[in-house]
């Protein structure tokens, strides 16, 4: 079993689209058995009463995954904030020991283990324990998912190059179109993070209408996954 996480530069920018491309790919393009995780989930409220930990549903659908959705997502928060603020607000302790059973159980079961973030590297979980201090745990080659358009080349960089410094592989960097840019920043983006980058760039995954909001056809994620990403150079870490 290899792992993949999802990291991202910032909250709302695309990691979950991009993930369930990926699942998409590995699954119905390689053949692979795909677990998936989302460790922590906040703003349940966002969905309405009764809301359930939504990305994880698209998650699991996107790559034909049966299990349950307690284990992908072990710590769901109703606030929308940061892991370890969202438990204090809760009162709930966060026990990483207990994550850790359930990746390495997933670890027997499926060929690869796609993990996604919230946020970014530096986001708390629990008190001096990041999403960075994770990656790390699990020994897991990274993916920087990034927003195209304007501001996303100096935090593409502040995030790859800490990551670096922590000694974590980086399979790539991602840019997820949110809308259909055409700005001159998104149109120069590329261009600029491969002159700056030390890990590769794998290239702009586009806008999929509703994607967002329910989960969508597997077979036009994996299409679009397929023909816009450097996907020999995620198979590589694999």
């Given at each position: 079993?290899?792992?993949?996480?999802?990291?991202?530069?910032?909250?709302?920018?695309?990691?979950?689209?991009?993930?369930?491309?990926?699942?998409?790919?590995?699954?119905?393009?390689?053949?692979?058995?795909?677990?998936?995780?989302?460790?922590?989930?906040?703003?349940?409220?966002?969905?309405?009463?009764?809301?359930?930990?939504?990305?994880?549903?698209?998650?699991?659908?996107?790559?034909?995954?049966?299990?349950?959705?307690?284990?992908?997502?072990?710590?769901?928060?109703?606030?929308?904030?940061?892991?370890?603020?969202?438990?204090?607000?809760?009162?709930?302790?966060?026990?990483?020991?207990?994550?850790?059973?359930?990746?390495?159980?997933?670890?027997?079961?499926?060929?690869?283990?796609?993990?996604?973030?919230?946020?970014?590297?530096?986001?708390?979980?629990?008190?001096?324990?990041?999403?960075?201090?994770?990656?790390?745990?699990?020994?897991a080659?990274?993916?920087?998912?990034?927003?195209?358009?304007?501001?996303?080349?100096?935090?593409?960089?502040?995030?790859?190059?800490?990551?670096?410094?922590?000694?974590i592989?980086?399979?790539?960097?991602?840019?997820?179109?949110?809308?259909s840019?055409?700005?001159?920043?998104?149109?120069?983006?590329?261009?600029?993070?491969?002159?700056?980058?030390?890990?590769?760039?794998?290239?702009?995954?586009?806008?999929?209408?509703?994607?967002?909001?329910?989960?969508?056809?597997?077979e036009r994620?994996?299409?679009?996954?397929?023909?816009?990403?450097?996907?020999?150079?995620?198979l590589?870490?694999l």
């Amino acid at each position: 079993m290899k792992p993949l996480f999802i990291t991202g530069t910032d909250t709302g920018i695309g990691k979950t689209v991009v993930s369930m491309g990926l699942c998409a790919f590995l699954s119905l393009r390689r053949g692979m058995n795909v677990g998936v995780m989302k460790p922590f989930e906040s703003g349940l409220t966002k969905g309405g009463q009764g809301a359930g930990p939504r990305d994880s549903v698209l998650l699991r659908e996107a790559s034909g995954s049966a299990d349950s959705l307690k284990k992908i997502t072990p710590y769901a928060f109703e606030a929308p904030l940061a892991p370890e603020v969202a438990a204090e607000l809760e009162g709930r302790a966060i026990d990483i020991d207990s994550i850790d059973r359930i990746y390495r159980g997933f670890s027997k079961m499926h060929d690869v283990v796609v993990i996604e973030g919230a946020g970014g590297v530096l986001v708390p979980i629990k008190k001096d324990f990041f999403y960075a201090d994770l990656i790390s745990r699990w020994n897991a080659p990274t993916i920087i998912v990034s927003r195209l358009g304007l501001g996303t080349i100096n935090h593409t960089l502040l995030t790859s190059r800490f990551l670096q410094s922590k000694g974590i592989d980086i399979a790539g960097v991602i840019l997820n179109d949110a809308g259909s840019e055409a700005d001159i920043a998104s149109q120069t983006n590329p261009g600029v993070l491969k002159r700056y980058l030390c890990a590769p760039f794998l290239g702009v995954f586009p806008h999929l209408a509703g994607v967002a909001e329910k989960a969508m056809d597997r077979e036009r994620l994996a299409d679009a996954f397929e023909k816009n990403i450097d996907t020999a150079a995620i198979l590589r870490f694999l």
